[in-house]
């Protein structure tokens, strides 16, 4: 199941599933006025994405079912751990750091062509800022790489 149309119905039936831990990819959940990023071993669904309006895979998105209770134990607080880590990215005051933070974050984990990929506005939802504040770094980093 990779269509994002498929996976939010899931989501909205409440089915639980988790990103596959042997992969390097993830799902960024974006929902009204927020985005989380669920990585590799993450639960996602269940009564916790309900809420969810758009999807946005990251890498080469692989979902499983989970088999038993200790596999769910263990998605749930994975998610959690992938929430805390964007909390960490977030508790930067300033909105041009935070943007900094989680593009850099999210270069060394994917690459920078995974990351070309994924729109501004989940960026933006995910550590709180507007999304011309990603767009303008973006263009700045692009600017500097074109000078050197």
């Not at 929902?31 to 996602?44: C, L, M, Q, R, W």
């Not at 998105?61 to 989970?66: D, G, I, R, T, Y």
Request: glycine share 6%; proline share 4%.
């Amino acid at each position: 199941m990779q269509d994002e149309r498929d996976i939010l119905q899931c989501l909205a039936n409440g089915q639980l599933l988790v990103v596959n831990s042997r992969k390097r990819n993830g799902l960024i959940l974006c929902k009204e006025y927020h985005a989380e990023f669920a990585g590799p071993g993450a639960a996602i669904g269940s009564f916790f994405d309900l809420d969810c309006k758009q999807v946005i895979p990251v890498g080469a998105l692989s979902l499983v079912e989970p088999e038993n209770q200790e596999e769910r134990q263990k998605a749930y607080l994975i998610r959690r751990q992938w929430i805390r880590l964007t909390h960490q990215l977030t508790d930067n005051p300033v909105a041009l750091q935070r943007a900094q933070m989680i593009l850099n974050h999210f270069e060394n984990y994917f690459g920078t062509e995974t990351v070309k990929q994924i729109p501004d506005e989940a960026f933006a939802l995910m550590v709180g800022i507007l999304p011309q504040t990603v767009k303008s770094l973006r263009n700045s980093e692009s600017l500097c790489l074109l000078s050197k």
